[in-house]
T-cell receptor
């Protein structure tokens, strides 16, 4: 029972490089999310998906792209990394909207990304 | 815009004492208030939640209270133990029919329980 799995756990990029973060969930959840966590700022939503084949922008989408080709996977891409994207990235999933009963966010263990 | 404030940012208590973390929210339409605990090197995990039609909820040593009029909600941990040491996030959410339920997180409280 893995829950939400993120790969890789750590990554160092140089400015201008690109990379993709992979998130996989085995709970058959419809909704998936990508958050970034920065000191003193809590968790901020980058992009989200309400079902296979759908994506939408969150609070801080600039510089990121996402894809949800399969229900269980949600990919986050950085096309041209910048030092401001140094952060810890968390993927999450939920059965329905968070305000629905018994539909909390389930988080992965994060990816620590450093851009030099 | 909507925001959630959380205080204190850091909190140290002696083992066995109580800990209280307070949050305020700005969106009066918020109707769901979860609390997440994040242990070192892990993702946040839901520990308790409360809905706007309830004033208080308790689960063993953890309780949450909600004052809708003042837009305040608080987490209370009694008889603290070293394993309670973690970062705690409050959040406020409101149902949106045509979109995901927007969740706004507080900045977090780092709780240290001293043995």
């Amino acid at each position: 029972n893995a829950g939400v799995t993120q790969t890789p756990k750590f990554r160092v990029l140089k400015t201008g490089q690109s990379m993709t973060l992979l998130c996989a969930q085995d709970m058959n959840h419809e909704y998936m999310y990508w958050y970034r966590q920065d000191p003193g700022m809590g968790l901020r939503l980058i992009h989200y998906s309400v079902g296979e084949g759908t994506t939408a922008k969150g609070e801080v989408p600039d510089g990121y792209n996402v894809s949800r080709l399969k229900k269980q996977n949600f990919l986050l891409g950085l096309e041209s990394a910048a030092p401001s994207q140094t952060s810890v990235y968390f993927c999450a999933s939920s059965y329905q909207g968070v305000s629905s009963y018994n539909s909390p966010l389930h988080f992965g263990n994060g990816t620590r990304l450093t851009v030099t | 815009g909507e925001n959630v404030e959380q205080h204190p940012s850091t909190l140290s208590v002696q083992e066995g004492d109580s800990a209280v973390i307070k949050c305020t929210y700005s969106d009066s339409a918020s109707n769901y208030f979860p609390w997440y605990k994040q242990e070192l090197g892990k993702g946040p995990q839901l520990i308790i939640d409360i809905r706007s039609n309830v004033g208080e909820k308790k689960d063993q040593r953890i309780a949450v209270t909600l004052n809708k009029t003042a837009k305040h909600f608080s987490l209370h941990i009694t008889e603290t133990q070293p394993e309670d040491s973690a970062v705690y996030f409050c959040a406020a959410s409101r149902y949106q029919e045509t979109s995901y339920d927007k969740v706004i997180f507080g900045p977090g409280t780092s709780l240290s329980v001293i043995p």
